[in-house]
T-cell receptor
Framework: GDSVTQMEGPVTLSEEAFLTINCTYTATGYPSLFWYVQYPGEGLQLLLKATKADDKGSNKGFEATYRKETTSFHLEKGSVQVSDSAVYFCALSERATSGTYKYIFGTGTRLKVLA | EAQVTQNPRYLITVTGKKLTVTCSQNMNHEYMSWYRQDPGLGLRQIYYSMNVEATDKGDVPEGYKVSRKEKRNFPLILESPSPNQTSLYFC????????????FGNGTRLTVT
C-alpha cells in the first residue's frame, strides 16, 4: 500500500543553519505531496504542497521539490530560526479507484533550533 | 475566520463511560476526517466522510463511531472507551479534491483510566 517515510528526529540545529528533512514515498499512482508543521499544543498546519512531478512548493523560506524519479519530497530551508522549532510531517494524498481518496502521513520529525 | 473547532481540548474519563468529541468546520468543506496521534506512530486515520451521510473506515476504526448528519459537523463517539484509546485526536477537513490540503483542529487530548 501507499506509505510515507521520513527521517527520524529529533534534529537539532543552531540558528541560521541549513535544514534538510528527508521524505520518500511509495504510491501506485500520482499523488499530491504535502508538508505540514505542528507547533506545540496546536494542530497541523499546511506548510507547502506540490501536485505533480517537478513542482516546487515554497512558503516562509521552506521549499520542497516533487521528484518522481526518486519518489522524494525533501524539505529544505536555507537559514533556520528558533521560531521554526516544531514537528514536521510529510504526507501524500491519492485518489483511489473507488473515487475516494486518502491522506497518508509520515511519523513526523521534531526540529529544535538553538539560539 | 476559517477554522475547524474541536471540543473539548482535554478530557479525562474512566473505562466504559461513553463520550463524544465534537468537531465543526465553517468552510463548507465536503471532506472530514478523524486522526489519532501517538508517539512514534504519526497520524493514523480513524474514520472519514466524503459528504453528508457518507462515512467510511480508516486504518484504525475499532472502538470508534462517527456520524455526518450535517455538512459542518463530524462528531467522534467512543461508546465504551478503553485505556488503549488514550491519545491525541485531531479532526480535519478539506474541500473534497484529492489535492486539497487538510485543515486541522487544535486537538483533543483524551486520557482513559
Amino acid at each position: 500500500g501507499d506509505s510515507v517515510t521520513q527521517m527520524e528526529g529529533p534534529v537539532t540545529l543552531s540558528e541560521e543553519a541549513f535544514l534538510t528533512i528527508n521524505c520518500t514515498y511509495t504510491a501506485t499512482g500520482y499523488p499530491s505531496l504535502f508538508w505540514y508543521v505542528q507547533y506545540p499544543g496546536e494542530g497541523l498546519q499546511l506548510l507547502l504542497k506540490a501536485t505533480k512531478a517537478d513542482d516546487k512548493g515554497s512558503n516562509k523560506g521552506f521549499e520542497a521539490t516533487y521528484r518522481k524519479e526518486t519518489t522524494s519530497f525533501h524539505l529544505e530551508k536555507g537559514s533556520v530560526q528558533v521560531s521554526d522549532s516544531a514537528v514536521y510531517f510529510c504526507a501524500l494524498s491519492e485518489r483511489a479507484t473507488s473515487g475516494t481518496y486518502k491522506y497518508i502521513f509520515g511519523t513526523g520529525t521534531r526540529l529544535k533550533v538553538l539560539a | 475566520e476559517a477554522q475547524v473547532t474541536q471540543n473539548p481540548r482535554y478530557l479525562i474519563t474512566v473505562t466504559g463511560k461513553k463520550l463524544t468529541v465534537t468537531c465543526s468546520q465553517n468552510m463548507n468543506h465536503e471532506y472530514m476526517s478523524w486522526y489519532r496521534q501517538d508517539p512514534g506512530l504519526g497520524l493514523r486515520q480513524i474514520y472519514y466522510s466524503m459528504n453528508v451521510e457518507a462515512t467510511d473506515k480508516g486504518d484504525v476504526p475499532e472502538g470508534y463511531k462517527v456520524s455526518r448528519k450535517e455538512k459542518r459537523n463530524f462528531p467522534l463517539i467512543l461508546e465504551s472507551p478503553s485505556p488503549n484509546q488514550t491519545s491525541l485526536y485531531f479532526c480535519a477537513s478539506s474541500l473534497g479534491y484529492y489535492n486539497s490540503p487538510l485543515h486541522f483542529g487544535n486537538g483533543t487530548r483524551l486520557t482513559v483510566t
